[in-house]
């Protein structure tokens, strides 16, 4: 018995082994059945599993890139786009839809790079058109990084929990009042209108509405009630294979009239707002001067370039569905790329409605102009915290105006860690406000240090930072104001110490001020234990939590030797080191590759950070590295220094997840 367990146990693993050495091209084909049967996910996964069989099938990677970038997943598909980002005449602007995944991943640094660097060497036709369309993704890049420090810190936003959202897309929210929403969601794979009702502090679980009409075929949504509750305008989409798509998705607009408790058979609006083979969608009524005004977005004939932003009216006297001709908002509100989910506000005269075609920090921002018909002040964009890297839309505000709903796929502290899903976030007013206080003292004596500098940055899940603002303080004390749902270093510099920092996350909705006091080390001097401070005015804060794993820690230590690869197209040497490995993409300074390490050498340079080398193990050659940097803007100011050290052969290598990637041009 025990002999036939074992053969059995052998056999299971052989089948096991034979099962997972599956060839290129059988991956291939598993990837175009996902791909027929829509499961876009698996087909994008599959064909980069065929790609890292076989290498050389470029094609493969690219159909994963493709994919990757449907689904919204940006940091896959620039890593798919990465391998190919320069070969634009094989696979068009394909350096283009890396440098937007970039951006849209919230690496504005990089993403600034690789947009430059795809003007440059492009050579296609158009070249003036797409010269205007990268400065405005330049200017967002530039945007975002200034968009922290500058966020809106009366609003604060939070995620709806799953009465209203699921693993599939919720959007379109649509508030009857402050205490009961319409929605759209996905769920069964068919778009379909849902309502829900606020209890407490959650909301109840999503239901189709009382007596709401049949409707046998396509994804009915995107719901908008007429200010007087008498009719209530959606879009019928006809079915597509593949997951769901607000903008790509043919829709049209239909009405459904309220007669006493129910809701009257649909009527489809005229073909002069539903026109052949284009898509009308996003529609929002709004009443004024007798006449009801009803947005919505659409592709038709006549407007700037892909969706744009119309409207038509009828005589509100009339129970007709009589409107006018469509009239576009004109070049002030759209723009050559997508303007959709249109939102006026009567009251302040007001329409909020989002764009990827004016400057954005992310694809689709909110923006806000005043005006009315045809005439609207230039579009502003509404910054943080409405408006993130992902995409922003369906901005609505709730009948008291106190607050409001929008539409993200955009990751959101711990509770939404993909971007793949649109989720309905709500806003409030008077949000939460929140500080990072501390003092800073000499370690030796415990005695106030005066004259500091403190810089603050955000930190992103896989390790980046971005520097949001740097002061000096004359008093030993420092304190920022802060968002919430967000990671933070800080950073404290003081004349004669060595620099001190700590990480912390504002994450707790029960806490308002976070800090931690800062003990610098005399330079030179040999660390001593931290006293344990009971210092006057210093401000309550709860415990500093330990790193997180994998989160980049200033001078690590290093480890045991291990064997790595490089992942550039032009670096695929193993290499040994023992280089501390941190999580998302950092940088390092390559200073010289030498036959035999001589740590002297180096010594002019030691002081700048950590000395890593890495032996090349098919060549005998060791590169010699100054090391970590977590932005690229630091590591080109380290840079500079380093030249002028004599090191004019030094350049940068960026890696990720700690492995090496490539030179940074």
Known sequence: MTRKLILLIVLSVGFVSLGSAQSWRKLKKEAEQAYEEGQLADA?????QAW?????????IYQAGELYYQLRDYRKAA?????????????????LKYARCLKQDGQYDRAINEFESFMKGYTGDGRDILEEIIQNEIAGCR?????????????????????????????APYPVSDNELYYSSTIGDRARIYTSRREGSAWSKGEPPRNFPVIQTGHFCNGAMAPDGSRLYFTVCSNTSGPWNDVKTRCE??????????WS?????????NMNGVTATHPFPVHQRGQEILFFASNRDGGRGGMDLWYASRDLGADNIDFSFPVNLGPVVNTLGDEITPYYNGEDQTLYFSSNGHISIGGFDVFSAIGDEVSWSQPDNLGMPVNSSADDYFYILNPSRTGGFMTSNRVFAGQK?????????????????????????DRQSGEPINDITVTLYQVFDDGRESELITRSFSDGKYSYEILPNRSFRVEVQAYGYEPGAYRFSSEDMNTFTYGQPIFLEVEGAVAAPSPDPTYPGEPAQPTQPAPVAGQPVPGAPAGAPYTARGRGPNDTYEYQTTAPRHQGTYYKIQLAAVGEYNPERFSNVANMGRIDTELILARSLTRVLLADFFSLAEARS????????GYSGAYIVEYIDGERYSRVQ
Not at 82 to 94: A, F, H, S
Not at 253 to 262: C, E, L, N
Not at 638 to 645: D, E, P, R, S
Request: hydrophobic share 35%.
């Open 265 to 273: 058979q649909p009527e489809r609006l005229p073909d002069y707002i």
């Open 143 to 171: 945007l975002g990084m200034e968009a922290p420090a500058q966020a809106d810190r009366d609003l604060e936003m939070l995620l709806l929990g799953d009465g209203v959202n699921s693993d599939k897309d919720e959007f």
């Open 44 to 48: 994008a996964d599959k064909y980069e």
């Open 638 to 645: 380290a840079m500079q220094q380093v030249k002028n050290k």
């Open 79 to 95: 890593e798919a786009y990465r391998t190919i980002k320069e070969k634009n005449d094989e696979y068009p602007l394909v350096g």
């Open 417 to 441: 860690t993909s971007t793949t899903q649109e989720d309905v976030f709500e806003f409030a007013a008077g949000g939460r406000r929140v500080m990072v206080k501390g003092n800073v003292y």
């Open 253 to 262: 607009i239909f009405v459904t009239k309220r007669v006493g408790a129910v």
């Open 52 to 60: 890292r069989k076989k290498r050389k099938k470029e094609g493969l």
